[in-house]
């Protein structure tokens, strides 16, 4: 299980957000989301977005701590990574439930 989590650095409602995402697959993704309780509007099409509060939790639970450049470069790599311009086609065409 390779499950990754980033710096928290991204400000949003009041709180400082990271992000979780699987190198190996979306599938792996929501069991481990599941298995810690994220509640499901936290998923963005390809990573689900975390606040602060719970980045130790999530670590202590198998989450693997990376920068956010190696998160993106390992999640592009899977071939999972949604691109900012099929995230925006995908927000068009009705919205993700994404936090930001």
């Keep these: 299980?390779?499950?990754?989590?980033d710096t928290p650095l991204w400000p949003k409602h009041g709180t400082?957000?990271?992000?979780?995402?699987?190198?190996?697959s979306i599938a792996e993704l929501?069991?481990?989301?599941?298995?810690?309780?994220?509640?499901p509007r936290g998923f963005d099409l390809d990573h689900y977005d975390v606040p602060r509060e719970r980045y130790d939790e999530l670590v202590a639970?198998?989450?693997?701590p990376v920068e956010p450049r190696e998160l993106v470069r390992r999640l592009a790599r899977s071939g999972l990574r949604v691109t900012?311009?099929?995230?925006?086609?995908r927000a068009r065409d009705?919205?993700?439930?994404?936090?930001?």
């Design 94 to 100: 009705g919205g993700t439930g994404a936090t930001h």
């Design 84 to 89: 900012p311009k099929a995230r925006r086609a």
């Design 61 to 64: 639970a198998g989450a693997v």
């Design 16 to 24: 400082v957000w990271a992000h979780l995402v699987s190198d190996e």
């Design 1 to 5: 299980m390779t499950v990754l989590i």
């Design 30 to 39: 929501q069991e481990f989301a599941d298995r810690v309780g994220l509640p």
